[in-house]
């Protein structure tokens, strides 16, 4: 395996925790996930050089739990997009069981469906992000990509709980994964967007109209339902998370930590040039237009903040129809790791955003297309704090396949 998909490879993973729930499995995590003595840079100059001071406290979680931590992949700056993401090349290798990936857009169920492997994004808010170097607070949280579902629900369970260091936690409330192995007996009927459906190509109607055929024989009820507002979910995710991406880019100033300008006659000079030199070309016009929206637009932002609630409640309210909803994953003629514009990337992870806008738990799974330059995947997304039921749901429907695909 060539080292340089690794950020950082650690010498001597093993822990000696032989009692753990995650006792013996390799888990590798991203370099904006802090883990004491390791580089922390997120990707991006403007954390270069920058080694984790303490460990985050995902990080003691699954330490404490047995996990064997492999080392830290490659990946997008500050977690936007999946632009030079190793994470699933270095779990195809085998030298990693279960990658812990940022998922503020959709990131962890994306890469999981480019490599025909599970992903998961947990309902937002169980599990703790104290440690987290991210970009947009309210819509990120650690996700989970892996072979098996079986070591997903593992990890989550060893990670979600409560944590006095995240205030963005409940206090109470948190789900309860005792049963999530034990057999569904209740039938469930799953939504389908019809609003969605006018939006997919020929080609990827045909291959979701298939897997959708197959859920059928799985035991699900596939029931149409309507989502008129569906294409609001874009517009707020991209001018809610430009705001706050701007607003978390802030404290990089060249001077404590990251990349230091040379050139600059006084404080604000050296400040504007560690920015202009620091940021990517896809975080520098997020952050512009963060600004943008921030300084001189701001009824937008208070706009997109109401449509985010309406949004919400509209998901409420589809659930109340059917127990979850099912989306594709991926769409053809998008490739998320090439995306090179916002507006490119917005288009690519188009079905996975309203998770992450609304905060509810969603899991991919590998369609029969699998590796197939046809496969859109397969989202499941369920009620917030609805995560057991949802894994469970996926382990259901899992039971019939075969190598981690739907057979």
Known sequence: MAPEIFTYKNPSPNLFVTNGLLSGKKVLIQPNMSARGWLCDAGSKALKGFVALEDATVIMRIKKEGANLMGSSRMSELSFGLAGDTATQILSSGEADIALITDTMGEARMAAADRGMLGFKPSYGIVSRFGLIGLVPSMEC????????????????????????????????????????????????????????????????????????????MGLTIKEVNFSDFDLFRVVHNIIASVEASSSADKYDG???????????????????????????????????????????????????????RLVQAMTHL???????????????HDAEKANTINR??????????????GQPSLHLPSRALHSEVDVGIQLVGPRLGDPWLLSIGLKLLSTTQGGRIA
């Open 142 to 217: 650690y996700g989970i990509v892996g072979k098996r579902l079986e070591d997903i629900i593992d990890t989550l369970t060893v990670i979600s709980g409560k944590d006095e260091t995240d205030p963005s936690m409940p206090d109470k409330g948190f789900p309860d994964y005792t049963d999530v192995r034990k057999p569904l007996k209740t039938a469930c009927t799953a939504g389908v967007v019809k609003d969605c459906l006018d939006i997919l190509q020929e080609a990827e109607q045909k291959t979701f109209g298939i897997e959708l055929k197959r859920l059928e024989e």
């Open 255 to 309: 001077v404590r930590y990251g990349h230091r300008s040379s050139s600059g006659k006084n404080w604000n000079e050296m400040y504007l040039n560690f920015r202009g030199e620091s940021f990517g070309p896809l975080i520098k016009p997020f952050l512009f237009q963060g600004a943008y929206f921030q300084f001189e637009n701001y009824p937008a932002f208070e706009n997109a903040c109401r449509n985010r609630h």
């Open 319 to 333: 659930l109340g129809q059917v127990d979850l909803l099912v989306f594709p994953t991926r769409r053809l003629d």
């Open 345 to 358: 990337i917005y288009d690519a992870f188009l079905w996975t955003l309203p998770a992450n806008v609304t």
